[in-house]
Nanobody, 128 residues
Framework: QVQLVESGGGLVQAGGSLRLSCAAS????????MGWFRQAPGKEREFVAA????????YYADSVKDRFTISRDNAKNTVYLQMNSLKLEDTAVYYC?????????????????????WGQGTQVTVSS
């Protein structure tokens, strides 16, 4: 069992920045990949970014590439999402997720079905 707790969401003006954190517990965090997803009002949840177990490889949705950065600190059992140049369309609930079965996989995944555990989400609202 893995518990995930997101934090760092809030209200920010367009063009601003936020850093989300996701603290994990209950499993050996450094063994598996982590991902961030988001769900905007009236839309389906979508992939944002993912990172491998050691942090050597990251993968991003085209909509956030060059603006968002995913990283992890295995010593702190935490994954981060640095969000810069935020746009109105980035408004959503952001979820972190754990791909526990990935175990040392060199490739992060974008499919939601690959992730077994999910956090409760944190709201990010971008205003004009």
């Amino acid at each position: 069992q893995v518990q995930l707790v997101e934090s760092g969401g809030g209200l920010v003006q367009a063009g601003g920045s936020l850093r989300l954190s996701c603290a994990a517990s209950g499993h050996t965090f450094s063994y598996y990949a982590m991902g961030w997803f988001r769900q905007a009002p009236g839309k389906e949840r979508e992939f944002v970014a993912a990172i491998t177990w050691r942090g050597g490889t990251a993968y991003y949705a085209d909509s956030v590439k060059d603006r968002f950065t995913i990283s992890r600190d295995n010593a702190k059992n935490t994954v981060y999402l640095q969000m810069n140049s935020l746009k109105l369309e980035d408004t959503a609930v952001y979820y972190c997720a754990a791909d526990v079965s990935s175990r040392f996989s060199p490739t992060p995944k974008s499919k939601q079905s690959s992730y077994e555990y999910w956090g409760q989400g944190t709201q990010v609202t971008v205003s004009s």
